[in-house]
């Protein structure tokens, strides 16, 4: 292990964490709200510490495993899902990413699904 940590939020079945374990970075927590990709990362790695809730209902403050991380990766959602369907565009996800300390920042999306690429905004 290199001694480098991350946070995951939005991580779906984990494709990336698992990439980034492989990579020597020690997972410290995954978020999710799909319960599916949640019950997946449970079966396949079940020591890591996923939890099953929406980035918006997410308070970083009472997960303090989420403080103090070399990389956070977001894979916020891009495309309207039945999920997010009803949400306006308030640009919460990425406020609420910028609460979790790290040191480096990952933002991941398909490609092509959104009018807006590239990083988050400055704050």
Known sequence: MSGLTFVDVC????????????????????????????????????????????????????????????????????MKSNATAARTESGEEERLCRRITSRGFWWHSRRGSSPRSGPPPPP
Do not use: I, K, M
């Open 11 to 78: 991580s779906g079945a984990g494709g990336l964490a698992l990439g980034l374990e492989q990579a020597g970075f020690e997972p410290r927590l995954l978020l999710d709200e799909d319960c599916l990709a949640v019950g997946t990362l449970r079966t396949n790695r079940p020591h890591w510490n996923v939890l099953q809730a929406d980035l918006l209902d997410f308070d970083p403050s009472e997960h303090p495993a989420s403080y103090d991380v070399d990389l956070l990766s977001a894979g916020l959602p891009r």
